[in-house]
């Protein structure tokens, strides 16, 4: 009979055939998380030491063949052998080729499943900083293009028509606004990440003397999960963190979506700096905006492993299932993904071309000033409803006559309510509709350099 090399193997009787030994397999995603796997060994073998189960000598040589291995994986010379499954065996295996009796100590009071779900943890709290720092850079780019277009106008749209002239910076600054909840959010799931599940082992905890609390210090963890069955079994770390990155995503996509619109022939409000489109086979005059278009493309990715992860869950009994193996992958490509998303968008809003002119041409059509014109008349004494349907009137009359509000001669504009008086022009152009609006969180200049302010004030960079 033939041979089987398994860890597990001395109960079975029958050798594992090669399809299930692939499909059971997770050594060709797994190793990604080598690094973490041997921080948190490094830490659980100091433990083990300060606990006295393993001695001194132990600790030195399990010390000694991890860092070893550590050198031969960044070298690329670490053989990973689908025999031993996943990243946890071929790293336990290697340290017993190097150092011998001491490499079969460190799996003392652990398992796998506590083991997993720190290297996971690990990953994603390195993952999360990153993205953080990330987004701070996007913010920052965002808020440079800002100040410089805080007298900029631009049509603001509704059901993308014309609606209301505001500022471009006015626009800029509420995708700052979303990023800085999308980072919220993801300092947020850092607390729920960083608490330690290592000691819960199988799923009810070990009877060796461990000390948890010494090793979520030695990991930086900010506590230790309070439940064993609970530590080895919940992916709602991963869950949120997917779910943080979706809604980052669909920002980006809706931004993206706007960048493509703005970028076309009929708007020209923009030009994407060319290193950031492709032209096109077989039509010569084309420059397409490919970084937006797939930035808004792979957000369907991004929200696919959400939903795959949920599934994943949600027929779950407690504790460990071997399911949970197929947590990695949709997070390391939400990782990717969401890194180099956030990489290239920075890089492309800083190279941005703006054309404030093309922009205020298109907010002076469609009679974006219409509403000014109906406060006008509240303010001069008439009731908001009534005001609506005397500027309706007045908008049709320009339609008719196909000219701008602010061109009907006085004289006319009396003619639909006497309460009409010269000061009106004040209230039809496009830089009076904007500047008139100088709430908090309001379009005039005044509203928007101090948002932009505030704003300054929220980058830790
Ligand atoms: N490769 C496994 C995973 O990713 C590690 C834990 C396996 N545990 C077990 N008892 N089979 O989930």
């Known amino acids: ?150 007298s900029s106008i631009m049509p603001g749209l509704t059901h993308l028509q014309v609606a209301q002239p505001i500022s471009f910076a006015h626009h800029l600054h509420a995708y700052f606004e979303m990023l800085q909840r999308d980072k919220v959010r993801f300092i947020d799931a850092r607390k729920r990440i960083n608490i330690l599940p290592l000691g819960a082992a199988a799923l009810a905890g070990t009877s060796y003397p461990i000390d948890r609390k010494f090793i979520a210090k030695l990991l930086k963890f900010d506590g230790v999960m309070e439940n064993s069955l609970d530590a080895v079994s919940d992916r709602d770390f991963l869950i949120e963190f997917n779910s943080n990155a979706a809604l980052l995503m669909t920002h980006l996509s809706r931004w993206s979506e706007e960048l493509i619109m703005w970028s076309s022939s009929f708007f020209e409000f923009i030009e994407i700096s060319d290193g950031f489109c492709t032209g096109s086979s077989i039509m010569p005059q084309k420059k397409n ?113 196909n000219c701008d509000l602010d061109k009907i001669e006085l004289k006319v504009l009396q003619k639909f309510s006497q309460l009409i008086e010269k000061d009106v022009f004040n209230s039809l152009t496009l830089k009076g509709s904007v500047q008139s609006r100088k709430h908090i969180g309001g379009t005039s200049s005044k509203s928007v350099i101090a948002a932009l302010k505030n704003a300054r004030s929220k980058l830790t960079k």
């Open 1 to 150: 009979m033939k041979k089987n090399n398994k860890k597990w193997s001395s109960r079975f009787a029958e050798p594992t055939s090669e399809i299930v030994k692939r499909y059971t397999a997770s050594v060709s995603f797994d190793q990604r998380l080598a690094m973490f796997d041997i921080q948190g060994s490094l830490a659980h073998a100091q433990m083990l030491k300060k606990q006295k189960v393993i001695s001194a000598s132990d600790l030195r040589l399990i010390t000694k063949g991890l860092n070893q291995i550590k050198k031969e994986i960044i070298a690329q010379k670490f053989k990973w052998s689908i025999d031993l499954e996943d990243v946890h065996l071929n790293i336990e295996n290697r340290l017993t080729q190097i150092v011998g009796e001491s490499g079969k100590k460190l799996h003392t009071g652990r398992s796998r499943n506590d083991q997993v779900s720190t290297d996971m943890r690990l990953y994603l709290r390195d993952v999360v900083d990153q993205i953080i720092d990330r987004i701070e850079t996007l913010q920052a780019s965002t808020l440079n293009l800002a100040d410089k277009h805080i």
């Open 289 to 401: 905006p490919d970084v937006p278009e797939l930035v808004r493309g792979k957000t369907g990715r991004v929200t696919g492993h959400l939903v795959n992860l949920l599934t994943l869950m949600k027929g779950q009994p407690l504790a460990y299932n071997k399911d949970n193996q197929e947590d990695k992958e949709p997070i390391f490509d939400v990782s990717d993904t969401v890194l180099d998303t956030l990489n290239i968008f920075s890089e492309m809003i800083s190279k941005l071309k703006i054309f404030p002119k093309n922009m205020e041409a298109a907010a002076s059509k469609g009679y974006p000033t219409a509403t000014d014109l109906a406060d006008y008349l509240v303010k001069k004494g008439m009731a908001f409803r009534e005001a609506h349907g005397v500027v309706a009137k007045i908008v049709k009359f320009a339609i008719d006559q």
